[in-house]
């Protein structure tokens, strides 16, 4: 028999609640892909906004129009992106992949409101948006963990 197979079914055979430090790398690593993600979508919807729709201004335009449109856009697609992570998680890993969403969920969340402490301070509208941004990601990752599980669930 091959060692290296039998060192990889061994490791492959530990349970994963065994390994919290692999378990907390893995959700911040999918943590960090999540934001890499809403970053993209923002810059990539300003990129738009000064190449087609509104060409022809100062780069102190597009950095105010950036200001702006940034955490609308961030309000616009956090519900489609967490609900693809809970799909994509809970379908790969059914009931273990819901809860590893919910848990880079939950560390996403803890660093918004973190940003939004200690930048923006206590202004109302900030907290607001906050709040709203909040519920639409819990309500996408939710909403993406019934469909997976439930796919996951079917294709058994």
């Known amino acids: 028999m091959n060692t290296t197979s039998t060192k990889h079914a061994a490791i492959s055979t530990v349970p994963h609640a065994r390994r919290p430090v692999v378990r907390a790398l893995s959700v911040v690593g999918a943590m960090l892909a999540i934001e890499a993600v809403m970053i993209g979508l923002a810059v990539g919807w300003v990129a738009y906004y000064s ?31 967490f609900a693809l992570l809970g799909l994509i998680c809970s379908r790969r890993a059914k009931d273990a992949g819901a809860r590893f969403a919910l848990h880079a969920t939950y560390l996403v969340i803890a660093i918004d409101l973190a940003m939004v402490a200690l930048v923006a301070g206590a202004e109302a509208g900030a907290w607001g948006i906050c709040v709203v941004a909040v519920t639409l990601k819990l309500a996408g990752v939710l909403v993406g963990n019934r469909f997976g599980t439930h796919q996951a669930r079917a294709l058994v």
């Open 51 to 81: 190449y087609v729709v509104d060409p022809g201004h100062s780069v102190g335009h597009y950095e105010a129009y950036a200001q702006r449109a940034s955490p609308r856009v961030a309000l616009i697609v956090s519900m489609p992106v």
